[in-house]
């Protein structure tokens, strides 16, 4: 697709089950970004993964949180035993590299833990 | 630590009439800055962006900013609002040497009047 694609759009969940959140970032992509965006709030910025390296999780607020990106394309944001803290829109950018590139973002995923 | 500070929550212009939106940062060096804007169901969409050079950045949708080292301020301008500018809009800044993580502030939601 043209844009960074994120699945599901919207999601209702049962306090203390786990949930996957998707992204497909734009083809070619190397770098891809995970942000959670409270109601209210700016955006917070999660995961970072570029290439091979290793990822930067300084953003994960828990040991739930996780992320796993297969090569330079999907990539799936975990959450385990949810709690209601948790809902928030989650959003998922790319971008070409580091340095001055764009950051593209996704529509992203409305979580709502019940 | 770097902050982005939008110290404007809500902001209602009639439609013709001229927009500024402030933002304020905290950063040890000169950062990357930029503005970004969120239509309802929409992912965050780049207006403009500083690196260097020139202080006052063109974008897109006939909207400026001008980066004012002095005041650690990156304010975002349009001469003549029109109702499809009605949005959330987002300041955020990036480390000077590029990469990975943008600091957002924490929004200012535009209304239009028509």
Known sequence: ?114 | AQSVTQPDIHITVSEGASLELRCNYSYGATPYLFWYVQSPGQGLQLLLKYFSGDTLVQGIKGFEAEFKRSQSSFNLRKPSVHWSDAAEYFCAVGPPGGGNKLTFGTGTQLKVEL
């Open chain 1, 1 to 114: 697709g043209a844009g960074v694609s994120q699945s599901p759009s919207n999601k209702v969940t049962e306090k203390g089950k786990d949930v996957e959140l998707r992204c497909d970032p734009i083809s070619g992509h190397t770098a891809l970004y995970w942000y959670r965006q409270r109601l209210g709030q700016g955006l917070e910025f999660l995961i970072y993964f570029q290439g091979n390296s290793a990822p930067d999780k300084s953003g994960l607020p828990s040991d739930r949180f996780s992320a796993e990106r297969t090569g330079e394309s999907v990539s799936t944001l975990t959450i385990q035993r949810t709690q209601q803290e948790d809902s928030a829109v989650y959003l998922c950018a790319s971008s070409f590299g580091t340095g001055r590139e764009t950051q593209y973002f996704g529509p992203g995923t409305r979580l709502l833990v019940l």
